[in-house]
């Protein structure tokens, strides 16, 4: 069964950083694809950043320039340093996970506050 763990959230001053990490189990298959997505208080899961196995990342239009994805395939790990951080930005975080065969995974999630 895979399992993805994330760490690093907690509670911080707008304008500050932090930065988490997704740490997946081992797989045979390996991961073709990692991004993290939150969850603000009232809404809906949203997409925030991602990367592919081959380096490729995107993040959303609401992060640009803040935010930033980075990945160690290799250690089936994901980041997201998170500067310049904002109210706005509070929720909980999940990691998400494709493996090369196609099964999608989420973590528990790990919650962010900003306080202003």
């Known amino acids: 069964q895979v399992q993805l763990v994330e760490s690093g959230g907690g509670s911080v001053q707008a304008g500050g950083s932090l930065r988490l990490s997704c740490a997946g189990s081992?797989?045979?298959?390996?991961?073709?694809?990692m991004a993290w997505y939150r969850q603000t208080p009232g809404g809906q899961r949203e997409f925030v950043g991602g990367?592919?196995?081959?380096?490729?990342?995107n993040v959303a239009d609401s992060v640009l320039g803040r935010f930033t994805v980075t990945g160690d395939f290799a250690k089936d790990t994901v980041y997201l340093q998170m500067d310049s951080l904002r109210p706005e930005d509070t929720g909980v975080y999940f990691c998400?996970?494709?493996?090369?065969?196609?099964?999608?995974?989420w973590g528990q999630g790990t919650q962010v506050t900003v306080s202003s």
């Open positions: 998400y996970a494709v493996l090369k065969m196609g099964s999608t995974y």
């Open positions: 081992a797989t045979i298959f390996g991961y073709s694809y």
């Open positions: 990367i592919t196995s081959d380096g490729g990342t």
